[in-house]
């Protein structure tokens, strides 16, 4: 089965190059330009990761973290894509617990092995609590 990425984006040039690169690597893919587009297809899409960026309008991506981390309790995987890249921010990431921060412009066989990595393991956590 297909593993389905959401990529919550609000530029959509970066949108269209993820989604191309993705669909290349066989995933499938579903889009939100803005945090509440963005909640709204974590909830009825059930996605397997979470590709997000910070600056996002209606809802930004650490609130929408926090959502995820603490209202929600989800343990989605998410990797920040973002083009904030001072250390507080970076930690600010990690605090609110994201699986890995990338600092755009990102290199596309980056992202596609860090999506791997994080859903390889989570496929054997999920082995070992059954």
Do not use: C, H
């Not at 587009?37 to 979470?50: F, M, T």
């Not at 995820?68 to 921010?89: F, G, Q, W």
């Not at 617990?97 to 989570?122: G, N």
């Amino acid at each position: 089965m297909r593993k389905k990425v959401l990529i919550a984006e609000d530029e959509k040039e970066v949108v269209e190059f993820l989604k191309r690169i993705l669909e290349k690597e066989g995933f499938g893919v579903i889009t939100a330009f803005d945090g509440e587009e963005a909640k709204r297809k974590i909830v009825e899409e059930n996605p397997d990761i979470l590709i997000l960026d910070i600056v996002m309008p209606k809802l930004d991506g650490w609130q929408l973290l926090e959502w995820l981390r603490k209202e929600k309790a989800s343990t989605l995987p998410i990797i920040i894509v973002s083009a904030k890249n001072e250390m507080d921010d970076v930690k600010k990431g990690y605090k609110l617990e994201a699986d890995y921060y990338m600092v755009k412009p990102l290199e596309a066989r980056s992202l596609i092995k860090a999506i791997r990595t994080i859903l390889t393991f989570k496929s054997y956590e999920e082995g070992l609590s059954k």
